[in-house]
């Protein structure tokens, strides 16, 4: 080896620590041939892509290292005229109605097919009430009908999405039920006399969930209901305590024990909950309890 011509550079998987530093940053030539080295632009870093580009590089190479795109895997909605309201397979959800947009049904009362698209909706401006929640929130638009013999009125949502019929109670003008065309819901209404267009509906909140139940004195506790999901306590005031029966066994039941449990205590404690609790005693030494 001529060590007056030497040049380490020129080994290039010796320096810089091999040849993973003559990998490509981002902007760097690659795929070609280096006039200057007589030598081929090296491959992209991971993460990096050789693309080719409308101009050439100060080396006059066409090629160079850029970003890879990350895939878009933004949740799609359905934009104007476009099916929704139907699960897709291949997105994996049910397909949704782009912002300010609403998914109408199209099928012209054909029972037989459910065709749905997006549209603009306007809320219309020639109704005779409105129905509203026991918030006053607008729900939907109510009209009465010309021919009542089968019905007093008919609505729409106020997303425009839904449609139903409503009727007066036999005895009243401020009482009455409402129907879902679909049949999917249903429910009552009720109005004040002095806003007797003004429908207060009842029936379209989410059912409401059953109220997590407390054992009665007398009622058995300490064990898990099948039925409720959860493990039965008792109401505040009450302890769960075992009693025997008379057939030897030992349920629990909660009864009102009015012992008081804290006389004598040196102190009390409280743990994560509130009802995880109770008195500290010291032993005669005072280092424990």
Known sequence: MNTDTFNAVEMCCACYGGLNETLGYEGDDCLGW?????????????????????????SGNYYICVAEEEEDDEYYYAVEGEECGYYSDSLGYDVECYSGLTCIDQS???????????VVYEAPTDYDGIG???????LGYWYLNEDQ??????????????????????????????????????????????????????????EEEDEYHYAAEGESCGHYDDDLGYYITCE????????????????????DD?????????????????????????????YSG
């Not at 012209?108 to 997006?118: A, F, H, I, K, Q």
């Open 258 to 286: 009015s012992t008081d449990y804290g006389e004598g205590a040196d102190g009390t404690w409280r743990g994560n909950t509130t009802e995880s609790n109770g008195y500290w005693f010291l032993n005669s030494h005072g």
């Open 149 to 206: 013999t089968d019905n007093s009125g008919h609505y729409v949502t106020s997303d425009g999405q839904y449609t139903g019929v409503w009727n007066y109670d036999e005895d009243s003008t401020l009482s009455g039920t409402w129907t879902q065309d679909d049949g999917n819901a249903e429910g009552t209404w009720y109005a004040e006399a002095d806003e007797p267009m003004t429908f207060i509906v009842s029936g379209h909140e989410d």
């Open 132 to 138: 509203v929640d026991s918030d006053y929130n607008t």
């Open 108 to 118: 012209n009362g054909d029972t037989s097919v459910l065709y749905m698209t997006c």
């Open 34 to 58: 280096d006039e200057t080295t007589q030598r081929a632009f090296p491959d992209c870093r991971s993460g990096l892509t050789c693309e080719q580009q409308e101009t050439a590089s100060e």
């Open 236 to 255: 505040d005031g009450l302890v769960c305590q075992e009693q025997e029966d008379e057939n030897g066994n030992w349920p629990s039941y909660c009864i």
